[in-house]
């Protein structure tokens, strides 16, 4: 299909681009002004967002691309590309990070300016990585985007940060290196980066090359989503980031490696014919999630580990090559993205309320901060997938493309979802409603937690309620 050139007004470049350029005013400005700074440029790249939407609603899919000549010598272009598959990951980066920001300032208390850099920076290279039209910038805002993450988690996390800093990017050099050999075979077989030119030529490339390509992308992506056995590293990042560190990185950058997947079989003619295997990993990362889930006693990994459910579930949409489960697994990212970074905030919320998450000394909550509580609630269900939530239809997809390409053994997963929706409400119900020993709570101040909790709440439901707002523009062949 042709693309239309954003002739007009820039769109992409500047939703990229945005954010990198207002690190400069955010280190010169004061405390208090940083934190407006990173506040209107996330409320732009959201708005720019939606205007990117209408487009393609007005013209079509795939509506906006941007080239510039950079590189030519190695063929590598500025290329930046809105098409079916990112159009829905860049509304779900731009609804997490305006989120973000806007309780940003409640809970990093001090170094605010030094945060709004990073936190900008994480911004534009994971936008640079869903836009990305080819595989050269693909990788450079990898980069940026997991180094940026890393510095939140060293600078800004809980006591045992460093730890679980270095853990992160220990396994994340893992990734970046698996993924670099395997983008060069890739140029080396195919001599181009561009993603467009390769989903035409990968064909072409020796079989035990483009098997050799995929487990390397394979391994990359699955301790990026996190699949096991390389989740490791995710309970202790999440236990240990900031508040809206673990928004983003369970929000958003665990979607790189769902949207790798996607690109890897994309590319990979011969990718398809070890779908079943790698459905099964995916399959048992799912189950695997959600019975060591049950075993948490501290909210934040609790949380944690209902990731590896999703994204093993994700993942599975991706294996079965369909219709169905495609444009599930898209859509279930957003999904996930959205539930996944409001149960984080309101975990965050209860830690700076109650000074603890371990489950076991949270008592009464219902009765001292009933808001918290009950938005909490509607997140597990999001979570799970309750009808007229966006988790409900990125499920219904998923398993429905499952069960047509895997029969039967593609419903197995369910049994993660029901797993973990079961043992989230026996936690509330035993500690949130419970008024034993009740939990003192601090003072709850600012208004900015509920304000982006309802934000979350809005875009949870409004694409639930009304799916083909996004499914009619991403038409997956």
Do not use: C
């Amino acid at each position: 299909m042709p693309l239309y050139t954003d002739s007009v007004l820039p769109i992409l470049p500047l939703m990229v681009f945005l954010p990198f350029l207002a690190v400069i005013p955010i280190a010169l400005a004061n405390e208090r002004h940083s934190h407006l700074i990173s506040l209107a440029i996330s409320a732009i790249v959201f708005a720019l967002t939606i205007f990117a939407l209408y487009i393609a609603w007005q013209q079509g899919m795939p509506a906006l691309a941007f080239t510039y000549n950079w590189l030519t010598q190695i063929g590598v272009n500025l290329s930046l590309q809105f098409t079916n598959l990112s159009l829905i990951l860049v509304l779900m980066t731009s609804i997490v990070f305006l989120a973000a920001a806007i309780v940003n300032a409640y809970f990093i208390p001090k170094d605010r300016k030094l945060y709004g850099v990073i936190f900008m920076l994480v911004e534009g290279g994971t936008l640079g990585l869903f836009l990305s039209g080819n595989l050269f910038l693909f990788y450079v805002f990898w980069e940026i985007a997991e180094f940026a993450m890393f510095f939140i988690i060293y600078a800004y996390g809980g006591y045992d940060r460093r730890y679980a800093a270095i853990k992160f990017i220990l396994y994340s050099i893992a990734a970046s290196l698996l993924l670099l050999i395997g983008i060069m075979l890739f140029y080396a077989y195919a001599h181009t980066f561009d993603i467009s030119a390769l989903a035409q030529s990968a064909g072409t490339i020796p079989a035990a090359i483009q098997a050799t390509i995929m487990v390397l992308l394979l391994a990359a992506f699955m301790i990026k989503a996190p699949i096991f056995p390389f989740h490791n590293w995710l309970p202790d990042a999440h236990t240990e980031a900031p508040t809206t560190g673990s928004m983003i990185l369970a929000g958003v950058l665990l979607k790189f490696g769902g949207y790798g997947l996607l690109l890897m079989f994309l590319l990979l003619p011969i990718a398809a014919n070890y779908a079943p295997y790698i459905a099964a990993i995916f399959g048992f990362s799912a189950i695997y999630g959600a019975l060591v889930a049950m075993r948490q006693t501290h909210l934040k990994r609790m949380i944690a580990y209902t990731s590896i459910v999703d994204m093993g579930i994700i993942a599975i949409g991706i294996a079965a090559i369909n219709h169905f489960g495609t444009s599930g697994a898209v859509y279930g990212m957003l999904a996930h993205g959205l539930a996944i970074s409001l149960l984080f905030l309101l975990a965050g919320t209860i830690d700076k309320v109650y000074g603890t998450l371990m489950v076991d000394k949270l008592k009464g909550l219902a009765e001292t901060t009933p808001k918290i509580v009950y938005l909490f609630i509607f997140g597990i269900l999001a979570a799970v997938g309750l009808p007229l939530t966006s988790g409900f239809i990125g499920d219904l997809l998923i398993f429905i493309g499952s069960f047509s390409t895997f029969g039967v053994a593609g419903l197995i997963p369910i049994a993660a979802i029901l797993i973990v929706g079961a043992y989230f409400f026996w936690v509330v119900e035993k500690s949130f409603f419970g008024i034993k020993n009740k939990s003192d709570a601090y003072s709850l101040s600012g208004r900015s937690v509920v304000v982006s909790s309802s934000f979350l709440v809005l875009f949870t439901v409004l694409l639930g309620i009304v799916p083909l707002i996004l499914l009619s523009l991403s038409t997956f062949s």
